[in-house]
């Protein structure tokens, strides 16, 4: 384990701006050195969350930045590429070819896939904490991005409402922000035989990584078109951490709305339809769980990952999905047997593993995100505990990627911005409703 001294919250605090800094490129905050050197969707959206109360200047760039790579149909891709240099990531942008394609920014090379809609919320939490002497540029900045808020949202009502029940559909596990997760296996392990010649481990064994690239592939040779992604892509899942934060950030449109002299019940009616679609698709009374479905085969994915928990961020959501919710939170299957919670993957499942991506260790962003749902439901006790518990790891280990959610030793990369940016939020207050 990486051995850390005791920090008070000053210099937990200044350690958490020194990787900050050392991770901005002028432009954005990439996740971490050398590993991510680009800019990912969701990264941004926590980054701008975490640094939202201490930087909101710095938090407004890393938005601005995000959106210059917004596709013409209003996608907003899950990377933006700072450096054309293909030796700096795999899959590059000589893997997505964006800029063959008319409705992708001119002059900025992206990815063809999405990430969860945090962004809107993000804005909202800015205007929120926002300081008094920085209220009306903050209000600019609402009107400047709100054109690119409503086209990302009306596109993934157009073109990702792929199971006709009113969520929307990721495409590719990579879209969903937990991209190893046991929700997706089945639905990857239907996929045809992958006979491309991609990356083969030293075994020559066909592995999830070659089916993440012909599925990015066989996407991008369609020339990312909407009637390939309804009739013939293969992958499609209805993710409950999606379209709750897709939910949550249609109801921060509603609390945006007026701040700019809009009407809100258009996003509030959105609101509305979403969480009912939530509730009828994706809730499962047996296990007390928003559960994955796969809309290629029908059918729910019957395993409760930390994902099944993202509509705890919806303030409307009825009581009796968040008793349940938090029963099963509360339990040995998750918090009740974990010594650093909150574990990615419920502990009883085979598919179980402390020390795998998104398959059991414990992320800054995803406790944050349980933190905040519990905070929007006046669980002050829990929401204190999910945010201490998150502090001493990163106390302990450092801001790692991700957390081994038994004994806390750090996993993944060092100096992960999420992870800093987040907890400097949590070190401002623990208990912000």
Request: hydrophobic share 40%.
């Amino acid at each position: 384990m990486e051995a850390r001294p005791a920090l008070d919250d000053a210099a937990l605090g200044r350690d958490a701006w020194s990787v900050l800094d050392a991770n901005w490129t002028g432009l954005a905050t990439h996740p971490s050195p050398g590993i991510y050197p680009h800019q990912w969707s969701w990264d941004s959206a926590f980054t701008a969350l975490g640094m939202a109360r201490r930087n909101p200047r710095r938090a407004r760039e890393e938005l601005r930045s995000l959106f210059r790579g917004q596709w013409r149909d209003g996608m907003l891709p899950h990377i933006v590429f700072h450096s054309a240099d293909r030796s700096l990531y795999f899959p590059g942008p000589e893997v997505w070819r964006s800029l063959d394609h008319d409705d992708a920014p001119r002059g900025v090379a992206t990815s063809g896939l999405t990430q969860p809609p945090l962004h809107a919320y993000a804005l909202w939490w800015m205007w929120r904490n926002g300081s008094g002497l920085d209220r009306e540029s903050l209000r600019g900045f609402v009107r400047r991005l709100w054109p690119a808020l409503l086209a990302q949202h009306a596109h993934l009502a157009r073109v990702r409402d792929l199971g006709g029940g009113g969520l929307a559909a990721i495409v590719h596990p990579w879209e969903s922000g937990m991209d190893d997760s046991p929700a997706f296996d089945a639905p990857l392990a239907a996929l045809p035989v992958v006979r491309r010649d991609y990356r083969r481990d030293p075994a020559g064994a066909e592995s999830d990584h070659d089916r993440y690239i012909w599925l990015a592939a066989g996407y991008r040779d369609s020339g990312y078109a909407a009637g390939y992604l309804r009739e013939e892509h293969p992958f499609a899942v209805e993710d409950p951490m999606f379209n709750g934060i897709w939910l949550a950030s249609t109801w921060a449109l509603a609390q945006l709305a007026p701040v700019i002299g809009r009407d809100p019940a258009p996003y509030e009616e959105d609101a509305a339809r979403i969480r009912a679609a939530l509730i009828e698709r994706l809730w499962s009374p047996s296990s007390g769980a928003f559960l994955a479905r796969d809309v290629r085969a029908g059918r729910s994915i019957p395993i409760c990952t930390v994902g099944g928990f993202g509509p705890l961020l919806d303030p409307g959501l009825p009581m009796e999905y968040i008793t349940a919710m938090v029963a099963l939170l509360e339990s040995p299957r998750f918090m009740g047997a974990a010594g650093y919670p909150v574990p990615s993957c419920e502990i009883r499942a085979p598919e179980f593993d402390r020390t795998r991506y998104w398959r059991g260790p414990t992320w800054v962003s995803a406790n944050w995100l349980l933190w905040r749902g519990c905070c929007v439901h006046g669980m002050t006790g829990l929401a204190d505990i999910i945010a201490s518990s998150t502090l001493r790891l990163v106390r302990q280990a450092g801001f790692r990627e991700c957390f081994d959610p038994f004994d806390g030793t750090g996993r993944g990369c060092r100096d992960f911005s999420c992870s800093a940016a987040l907890a400097l939020d949590l070190l401002t207050t623990s208990r912000s409703v």
